[in-house]
């Protein structure tokens, strides 16, 4: 993730720059933010309270926190903590979407009318570009969104590559030639 740190009434230094970069870094191990997200930063300076607004706009959301405390060090670490929480909420927010549908789909189906067969016809056409990520990465990614298989460009390889989840609980993986 890049970050970049603007000061209003504060002066931002190279250690303040490396402790906000730090500690936003720790973020990239939940695969929501990807490497080329850009974080913005603002820290500002009042008499008597210090204030950092963060924002990351993200493929999935825009997270946003905006903390005032007494130090530098409180407003970073509180902003931090906000992020994971909002991270943590926008994962089980997928995840639900995804459960919803599914079940919606089952319902739909029990629907049909068991007397008629209805043709199978495309309902939905989706293309996508394939990200080059590793195969742990693919998996954290498919975890995340709550799909049953994800699509991706195998960092190795560099060939489109699919992994999937199989029935009996482990993974699968499906590499083109």
């Given at each position: 993730?890049?970050?970049?740190?603007?000061?209003?009434?504060?002066k931002v230094t190279p250690g303040l720059?490396?402790?906000?970069?730090?500690?936003?870094?720790?973020?990239?191990?939940?695969?929501?933010?990807?490497?080329?997200?850009?974080?913005?930063?603002?820290?500002?300076?009042?008499?008597?309270?210090?204030?950092?607004?963060?924002?990351?706009?993200?493929?999935?959301?825009?997270?946003?926190?905006?903390?005032q405390a007494e130090t530098l060090n409180e407003a970073i670490d509180a902003s931090i903590d906000k992020l994971e929480d909002q991270?943590?909420?926008?994962?089980?927010?997928?995840?639900?979407?995804?459960?919803?549908?599914?079940?919606?789909?089952?319902?739909?189906?029990d629907m049909i009318d068991d007397g008629e067969e209805e043709p199978d016809e495309v309902v939905k056409t989706k293309s996508i570009v394939p990200t080059e990520i590793s195969l742990d990465e693919a998996i954290m990614n498919m975890e995340l969104i709550g799909h049953d298989f994800y699509i991706y460009t195998d960092d190795e390889t560099h060939k489109i590559a699919v992994v999937y989840k199989r029935n009996d609980g482990g993974y699968g993986l499906i590499e083109t030639e």
């Open positions: 993730m890049k970050v970049r740190i603007v000061g209003k009434n504060v720059t490396e402790k906000i970069t730090k500690k936003l870094n720790v973020l990239t191990k939940y695969y929501l933010i990807d490497e080329n997200d850009v974080a913005s930063v603002l820290v500002r300076e009042y008499p008597h309270r210090k204030k950092i607004e963060v924002t990351i706009p993200t493929k999935y959301s825009t997270l946003r926190t905006e903390v991270i943590r909420r926008t994962k089980t927010r997928l995840q639900r979407r995804n459960k919803m549908s599914l079940g919606k789909a089952f319902v739909d189906l």
